[in-house]
């Protein structure tokens, strides 16, 4: 796992693009803070358990510091700061006023009950409790924690704090000031930046074939928005495997019948057969669709993608090894920092009515975040196609830009 590595990668191709300076480098290199614990939570069988946990702040010049606590295993200080300095490219790109943090918990929450996953929530807020807060730090949900966490992290925050602070968090659950379309924000962006782009192809979606690797939150509601827009879902994901059907899956039904056995390979009859997990990435189909982990598309698989296009739903899927290859091959990688910033972008909004009490409606947020993702990738387009380079360096390059503006006119560098 060398995930900073990958970061700093991205970073200096973009660096050399837009011409900055040793020392500018250097303040994108380094996160402002990282905080490290020791969470110790009580066990149901009796005894006790401890868990590593971090948080990273790494640049607040735009704004607070915004990102998602992830509850995995693999959790460390490089994954959790490269995710934090992705998370301030991330808002950057998008043009909201928030800087970049990341929090991680190294814990397996699939063998944890629910009681012990909410102690485990109460104690990350315990430990890093004076760091985070409304004008400070906002957590969100990230890998395998959810709005229902997030309201416990809440709950935990406000009996420390003696007030009410909703804005302290994000992708809390609408009951106690959650925001409307929040849980389906990732892939309803995601999917907006890919409709701009098949625009600008004045390519016809319903002539599309697409393979989604993953069936969580993100996946699931990216899959349903492909078939809607008139594109057969070829290959569909989870962990346990992969579910083909040449003619086009009929997601509602995959879906129903993950929610029944617990996997898409349930639904295996019909003209569909199952493959291995992997089989996902290099199905034929014109856009692959990464919406689980990173490191998914590596120097070892990207030669066999047969997709023209990969929108990147996850953070870090492709590595720069696979960045290069595929960029030879002609393949266009839509990036992470665009592609699933209509997560934090509804985060944002929900921040919004956090601070002033508003209530938007469901349209409201949707017609604001595709206004702000068509925007971002318009912007991100015209810098790729003028400079002659990859939406990745483009947004890489943009973000850099409006950071180190933000850090000059704070006299910070
Ligand atoms: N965890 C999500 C991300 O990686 C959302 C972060 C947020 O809403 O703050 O973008």
């Not at 149901?44 to 915004?66: E, H, I, L, M, S």
């Not at 017609?367 to 702000?372: I, P, R």
Request: aromatic letters at 6%; proline letters at 4%.
């Amino acid at each position: 796992m060398a995930a900073f590595q990958y970061f700093k990668q991205n970073l200096y191709k973009s660096a050399q693009l837009i011409g900055l300076t040793e020392v500018e480098l250097k303040a994108f290199e380094t996160p402002d803070r990282v905080l490290r614990a020791n969470l110790t939570i009580p066990l149901d069988a009796g005894g006790t358990a401890t868990f590593p946990a971090y948080r990273v702040q790494f640049n607040n010049a735009r704004g607070p510091y915004k990102g998602g606590i992830r509850f995995h295993p693999g959790a460390d200080e490089d994954e959790v700061s490269a995710l934090a300095a992705m998370m301030a490219v991330k808002c950057a790109v998008v043009g909201i006023p928030l800087g970049g943090a990341k929090g991680g918990v190294a814990v397996d929450p699939k063998k944890l009950s629910q009681k012990e996953i909410h102690e485990l929530a109460r104690a990350y807020v315990r430990a890093f409790a004076e760091h985070l807060g409304p004008h400070i730090d906002i957590p969100a949900p990230d890998v395998y924690t959810t709005p229902e966490i997030m309201a416990v992290m809440l709950d935990e925050y406000e009996r420390i704090v003696g007030k009410s602070l909703p804005a302290m968090i994000t992708g809390k659950p609408l009951a106690v000031g959650g925001s409307a379309g929040r849980d389906t924000a990732t892939a309803d962006g995601a999917v907006a930046v890919l409709a701009a782009l098949l625009e600008d192809r004045s390519s016809d979606a319903s002539k599309l074939s697409a393979a989604v690797q993953g069936a969580g939150n993100a996946g699931a509601q990216a899959a349903r928005l492909l078939q809607t827009m008139g594109a057969k879902v070829v290959a569909f994901a989870d962990s346990k495997g992969t579910l083909v059907h040449e003619d086009g899956l009929d997601i509602g039904s995959v879906l129903a019948e993950k929610e029944r056995s617990g996997s898409v390979l349930a639904a295996a009859r019909d003209g569909a057969h199952s493959a291995g997990a992997d089989a996902v990435l290099t199905a034929a189909a014109d856009i692959l669709v990464p919406a689980a982990l990173e490191e998914q598309i590596t120097g070892a698989n990207a030669a066999s993608v047969k997709a023209h296009t990969i929108l990147e739903i996850a953070n870090g899927p492709v590595t720069p090894e696979a960045d290069d290859r595929l960029q030879e091959q002609g393949v266009t990688v839509i990036p992470d920092v665009l592609a699933n910033a209509g997560g934090v972008t509804v985060s944002y909004f929900e921040w919004v009515q956090g601070h002033t009490g508003e209530r938007w409606s469901h349209a409201d947020v949707e017609m604001k975040l595709q206004a702000t993702m068509r925007n971002a990738y318009r912007e991100v387009a015209d810098f790729a196609r003028e400079r002659g380079v990859t939406l990745r360096q483009a947004a890489y390059s943009l973000a850099l830009t409006r950071i180190s503006e933000a850090m000059k006119v704070r006299g910070r560098m």
